[in-house]
């Protein structure tokens, strides 16, 4: 399965690339960025251990998980090859034409690089094999996200869910989406985190992924504290990037359409959606956190270690 991971690369998104680049049968063709978050000199270096190509340019941060977006967690310095010579929008164009129908588009930040590639080549989506998003929020009134009423990623450009809901929802391809309703109401057991750290005493030789889970999860930091309530820990992308790999762990997906997108005032940015039979895009109501903690736990502790 090849896939492009289009990310602002946070803590949750870091966690998503961590998990994808563990996967066997998955192969990351590149990760194309887009504004939110992070700095994408400030992470280059979770990107480059795992040798994945970084498409893109200097984007800024919005601070929730640090100045550095990822929890001010320094990393070791590595020489990392960005690629400048094409935007992330030219590099998700360029490898939707180069391996038409195989690229799994994970989409995890704002939708500006994927409204862009469409209004560039109104035939890009139909080159992806699938649309994979985490944003909006189907609940009436929003809790702990940008607004009270809208979630990050629809909140930082809400034209993009505007030409998801008319044009690139009629097109002929699957779009799978987790709302922050369901990344809120659904969290993961704090087993997987233990599960994690113990096996990172047991072992004898590294694994990097397993040494990134055990980083990122770390409670005694302040901002990764953010993620940890009373009923497990708040996970956002990495629904979509498991739910990709298997999709037995969305317990409940339903039929929708995107009915309106607030552009300004009050509620701009909230996305609303509709459930229909025949709706083009298939919303996440429910996730069995419990298969998705056994799921993460397996592929990165079966990564080769070294």
């Known amino acids: 399965m090849k896939v492009i991971v289009d990310t602002d690369v946070g803590i949750d998104d870091a966690l998503s690339i961590t998990f994808l680049s563990a996967c066997k049968d998955v192969e990351i063709v590149a990760i194309t960025l887009v504004p939110g978050n992070a700095q994408m000199e400030g992470v280059a270096s979770i990107f480059w251990v795992f040798k994945i190509i970084i498409i893109g340019r200097l984007i800024e941060s919005d601070g929730y998980f640090g100045p550095n977006a990822l929890g001010e967690i ?3 310095k590595q020489e990392v090859s960005v690629n400048r010579d094409m935007s992330s929008v030219e590099a998700l164009i360029h490898y939707s034409k180069k391996y038409p129908k195989q690229i799994h ?50 909140w930082c450009d809400p034209p993009a869910f505007v030409i998801l809901k008319e044009c690139i929802s009629k097109i002929n391809i699957p779009i799978t989406i987790v709302d922050w309703e369901t990344c809120w109401t ?4 704090f087993s997987l985190v233990e599960s994690i750290k113990n096996l990172n005493l047991q072992k004898s030789k590294k694994n ?48 929708v359409n995107i009915t309106n997108v607030d552009i300004s005032g009050e509620r701009i940015g909230h996305v609303d959606f509709e459930e229909h039979p025949n709706g083009s895009l298939d919303l996440v109501y429910e996730v069995d956190t419990e298969l998705m903690a056994k799921l993460i736990f397996n592929t990165i502790a079966g990564v080769d270690q070294y």
Request: glycine content about 6%; cysteine-free; hydrophobic content about 40%.
């Open 74 to 76: 320094e990393l070791p």
């Open 208 to 255: 990097k992924h397993i040494d990134f889970f055990d980083i990122f999860y770390d409670k005694t930091n302040k901002y990764i504290q953010r993620s940890y309530y009373e009923s497990g820990i708040l996970a956002t992308d990495l629904y979509v990037a498991v739910g990709l790999i298997n999709r037995s762990i969305f317990k409940t997906i339903k039929k």
């Open 105 to 154: 588009g994970v989409f995890i930040g704002p939708l500006t690089n994927l409204a862009l590639a469409f209004l560039i080549d109104n035939e890009f989506p139909s080159r992806l094999a699938s649309i994979n998003i985490m944003g909006g929020d189907r609940s009436d009134k929003t809790l702990k996200n940008a607004t009270e009423f809208a979630e990050f990623n629809a």
């Open 186 to 189: 659904t969290h993961l057991p």
